[in-house]
């Protein structure tokens, strides 16, 4: 029963530095979510997909580009890491029922730890 | 624009004690709202969610939530607290865009619940 998967689990990056965190999910979900989680702050949502095809940017989208590979696949990437970056990502995906009001609960993977040195 | 506040950050109670986490919510229109519960080092997980109908949500692990219109209210409790219910906690409303299909969230900042033996 995996449901959402992430990796890596850990990372450490310079600054400047490059790379792509993976999320794929089990659940024949539509929507696909990532969020950065920062002390005191919550989750802010940095981009999502709606369905496989499309994205969108959410509230802190810049210095982020994301992938969906697939219906399962959702991937965030860091062109050039900033100490800003260093975070936990979460990734998360839920069932798009009929209409635009889709009110179902999100899944979550168990995160991404990133530190920007 | 839809946000959630939790006005605690930490809240702690004594084991079998009844348990209060508070949440206030801003919406326009109908409010759908949603808590859920974070494990250390794992992601979020749903508990319960308020759509409509009776203002009393139950939910998993004994939670339930009582919605109050007139407060924008959306507090969680439980009657007689565990130490296994120290955790993260975290209130969210959903997003409504009109010409979205995606179930976006807005989290809250979350309140951590601390359990005394």
């Known amino acids: 029963n995996a449901g959402v998967t992430q990796t890596p689990k850990f990372q450490v990056l310079k600054t400047g530095q490059s790379m792509t965190l993976q999320c794929a999910q089990d659940m024949n979900h539509n929507s696909m979510y990532w969020y950065r989680q920062d002390p005191g702050m919550g989750l802010r949502l940095i981009y999502y997909s709606a369905s496989e095809g499309t994205t969108d940017k959410g509230e802190v989208p810049n210095g982020y580009n994301v992938s969906r590979l697939n219906k399962r696949e959702f991937s965030l990437r860091l062109e050039s890491a900033a100490p800003s970056q260093t975070s936990v990502y979460f990734c998360?995906?839920?069932?798009?029922?009929?209409?635009?009001?889709?009110?179902?609960?999100?899944?979550f993977g168990d995160g991404t730890r990133l530190s920007i040195l | 624009a839809q946000s959630v506040a939790q006005p605690e950050d930490q809240v702690n109670v004594a084991e079998g004690n009844p348990l209060t986490v508070k949440c206030t919510y801003s919406v326009s229109g109908n409010p759908y709202l949603f808590w859920y519960v974070q494990y250390p080092n794992r992601g979020l997980q749903f508990l319960l969610k308020?759509?409509?109908?009776?203002?009393l949500v139950k939910g998993s692990y004994g939670f339930e939530a009582e919605f109050n219109k007139s407060q924008t209210s959306f507090h969680l409790k439980k009657p007689s607290a565990l130490v296994s219910d120290s955790a993260l906690y975290f209130c969210?409303?959903?997003?409504?865009?009109?010409?979205?299909?995606?179930?976006?969230?807005?989290f809250g900042s979350g309140t951590r619940l601390s359990i005394r033996p």
């Open positions: 969210a409303v959903r997003d409504i865009e009109r010409y979205s299909s995606a179930s976006k969230i807005i």
């Open positions: 308020y759509i409509t109908g009776d203002n």
């Open positions: 998360a995906s839920s069932d798009l029922r009929t209409g635009p009001y889709s009110n179902q609960p999100q899944h």
